[in-house]
């Protein structure tokens, strides 16, 4: 059993749709997922033994690279301790602080096991705090698979061509309002909070306009709702702050996911002490969670944490810019029209056969997503080893572990890979 179609095959068998999150499943993209056996650094190997280039990297839980040495390290260490004992241990509060000493503002966090959790969490908090219904979220972005929270999702939701979710209640989305990314609604007083990815990194990358992150924070200080940045994506990845460092606005709740976990399942929402002393065992809203503050998650993310610090971030981010525009220009001059997104160390791909402006929103993103080019192209670079996510809606994640080398790499098989896609049309 060494192919990749066998392992899929059985997967298929036991698993539904043969993967545990769809978005793995190539469905679409097209043709069968690549099984991965192993990660190193920037690579991942498959099941048939092949090498690729991956931008993937565990859509965003990877930030040093696969198996980063001191992270295994500490990762066997802590095992060696005991796995989960179900009381307090000095992982999370070491975790939490290094937390709230990069995020200003952020005074105190409660440690789940996944961004979903996280997210979840913060909008029961919100509305416990305020004694408010109403979330608003906005068109495409994706804050996790709970019920609430599912209308009008970008990434896999939008992968599929869904506006939510079967099996979700009218009930449970009655209180979710949904309005267009990159434009500052009319708040009233029934909006318990105003709940956004300060980066939408989930219909592709569009970057926040202008004035739209100081618009929320103002509107919702003006109705007396609480805002909430979902920094699944951008916590600890844009800057060593997040979102709020990178772009000077300061919400009230803060999610955050992946990079914290240093690949292993982790999440975590938090804000001022007074906000989240609404929390049980304090206050009255419960929320709980059996692998909370896991020892080997909270010893992996502390790992990953003490190993980069806000320069690291900076030259993380030069080399995306560089890295983002000579792809940029290497799609276009080999006669697709490309638009490489970027903002701080996050970038992403957005293609089409005319020239065409950056997308500001869900709509325009999902023109671009949805042209059929991106599955071309993704296919023409997996082919030449090089691995992007396989969804048009998922952004690119450059790692710490990806060098020059690897990026040369990777532009060399996007020219060829452009002109394939040219070619057969
Ligand atoms: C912005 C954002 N929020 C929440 C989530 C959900 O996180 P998880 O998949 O860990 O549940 C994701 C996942 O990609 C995300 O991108």
């Known amino acids: 059993m060494t192919t990749n179609a066998a392992w899929f095959d059985r997967a298929q068998h036991v698993i539904p749709g043969g993967v545990d999150s769809p978005v793995r499943s190539f469905r679409s993209v097209g043709g069968v997922p690549y099984t991965v ?15 690729y280039l991956d931008f993937v990297q565990s859509y965003g839980a990877s930030l040093l690279g696969h198996a980063s040495p001191l992270v295994v390290e500490t990762i066997q260490k802590s095992a060696a301790l005991g796995t989960t004992f179900g009381a307090p241990t000095p992982g999370e509060v070491l975790l939490a602080e290094a937390m709230v000493q990069r995020v200003a503002g952020l005074e105190q966090v409660r440690l789940v096991s996944s961004g979903t959790e996280a997210v979840m969490s913060a909008v029961r908090l919100a509305r416990g705090a305020t004694g408010r219904s109403k979330i608003l979220k ?61 980066v939408a ?23 007396g709702a609480l805002l909430i940045f979902d920094e699944v994506i951008t916590g600890f990845r844009l800057a060593s702050g997040g979102a709020e460092e990178y772009f000077g606005v300061t919400p009230d709740l803060w999610c955050f996911g992946k990079v914290i976990g240093g690949g292993l399942p982790v999440g975590a929402f938090g804000g001022s002490r007074a906000l989240l002393s609404h929390l049980a065992p304090s206050g009255p809203v419960y929320q709980a969670g ?36 000579s792809l940029e220009d290497v799609i276009n001059a080999n006669g697709l029209s490309a638009q490489v997104p970027v903002v701080g160390t996050l970038t992403g791909l957005y293609l089409s056969h005319e020239p065409f402006a950056a997308p500001q929103n869900f709509t325009e993103a999902k023109v671009l997503c949805d042209n059929g080019l991106y599955q071309e192209f993704f296919h023409a670079m997996l082919r030449r080893g090089v691995a992007l996510a396989p969804g048009a809606y998922e952004i690119m994640f450059v790692s710490f572990a990806h060098g020059p080398a ?3 790499g990777a532009l060399s098989a996007a020219g060829e890979a452009t002109r394939e896609v040219v070619a057969a049309r």
Request: proline letters at 4%; a negative charge; glycine letters at 14%.
């Open 138 to 198: 906005f068109d495409g972005c994706y804050h996790g698979h709970s019920d609430a929270l599912l209308v009008a999702g970008g990434s896999g939701v939008a992968q599929l061509g869904l506006p939510g979710s079967a099996g979700v209640t009218d009930g449970s989305v009655a209180d979710t309002l949904v309005a267009p990314y990159n434009v500052v609604p009319t708040l009233d007083d029934s909006v318990a909070a105003v709940l956004v990815e300060p």
């Open 201 to 223: 990194a989930n219909m592709n990358l569009v970057a926040p306009v202008a004035g739209f992150l100081e618009g929320l924070r103002a509107e919702c200080d003006r109705v």
């Open 290 to 325: 059996t692998l909370s503050g896991n020892p080997l998650a909270t010893a992996a993310g502390l790992s990953v944490l003490s190993q980069v610090n806000g320069s690291d971030y900076r030259t993380l981010a030069s080399t995306v810019a560089g890295f983002a525009a």
């Open 37 to 51: 056996i192993s990660g190193s650094g920037a690579y991942v190997t498959d099941v048939e033994g092949r090498r």
């Open 406 to 408: 690897d990026l040369a």
